[in-house]
């Protein structure tokens, strides 16, 4: 009866956040189920997950891929993401990819909640509040994102934008929960909570809690990528990211910092970004090269 109660007093700006992320996610659910059943998906990455949870881990092989694109056949050597761990009771109900497929759409609409909330508290608008909703689900990138495969860091953007707006609300347990689902998403994002606890001691002020946040985060961070990759690992314990693999070695770029490699990458990309504009003039309405 609360719940009903609850959902009978919802605000009609609420509601009108809620319609955009249901149709939000009804769209990028139909699109992405589409492309599926066109045959559109990769072996890698939505097949890795679905032999990891589903024939391997299921049926007693613990995340193993041998599908996987780097030499590591257990995926948690190649990337620390536990979380996938959730959709193992999804597969004993009806074993399809599609799961991972509605719950990526999914999170990624409902991590558009805490911008609404936090645009509204801090603009007094509720009309701003709503563009500023409809300018995140419309961004192109996320798009992108839902619609290649699935990804968990592209799921871990509802963890990512409900620790923060518990963060700045200073509401420490619900922040803790949404840092730990971060954390459990992929061995890169304890990083992001690092920077949290950073962001909780120069901003916010709060230098005890933030301190514990960013070298639990820390502590954690290297835990994985020191003891539990190399523990999973098929290949004498050497991290799939440590190697000079061609997928991992510019993913993780900040091995080779200040390195040649590193520094023609970033000229390039600082050049593009100048350069490109002006080279790519004829590219606007009504211009011509």
């Not at 509601?15 to 149709?23: D, F, P, S, Y």
Request: with cysteine; hydrophobic share 55%; net charge positive.
């Amino acid at each position: 009866m609360k719940i009903i109660y609850r959902i009978k007093n919802i605000s009609r700006p609420d509601r009108a956040a809620c319609a955009l992320i249901i149709i939000f996610v009804l769209i990028f659910t139909f699109l992405s189920f589409g492309r599926h059943d066109s045959q559109k998906s990769y072996l890698n990455d939505l097949g890795v997950y679905d032999q990891a949870i589903w024939w391997n881990t299921l049926h007693g092989d613990f995340m193993k891929a041998s599908s996987i694109m780097v030499a590591e056949k257990n995926y948690l050597a190649a990337h620390f993401s536990p979380i996938l761990l959730l959709f193992a009771p999804l597969y004993l109900i009806r074993a399809t990819p599609k799961w991972f497929l509605f719950f990526q759409a999914l999170a990624v609409g409902l991590s558009a909640l805490p911008i609404f909330w936090y645009a509204r508290e801090k603009l007094k608008s509720i009309a701003f509040a709503l563009v500023f909703l409809a300018g995140y689900l419309l961004y192109p990138v996320l798009a992108n994102g839902i619609l290649y495969d699935f990804h968990e860091v592209v799921m871990a953007t509802v963890f990512a934008s409900f620790s923060f707006y518990y963060l700045e609300k200073g509401r420490d347990r619900l922040f803790i929960f949404f840092a730990l689902l971060l954390a459990l998403s992929q061995e890169h994002l304890p990083l992001l909570v690092f920077m949290m606890g950073l962001y909780l001691i120069f901003i916010k002020k709060r230098k005890k809690f933030g301190l514990i946040v960013s070298l639990a985060a820390l502590a954690y961070f290297f835990l994985v990528v020191g003891v539990f990759m190399p523990f999973f690992s098929t290949t004498g314990g050497q991290l799939a990211l440590l190697l000079d693999d061609p997928i991992y070695g510019s993913r993780y770029a900040w091995r080779q910092l200040f390195s040649k490699r590193w520094l023609q990458n970033r000229g390039s990309i600082i050049f593009s970004g100048w350069s490109l504009p002006f080279f790519r003039w004829g590219c606007f309405p009504g211009r011509s090269l």
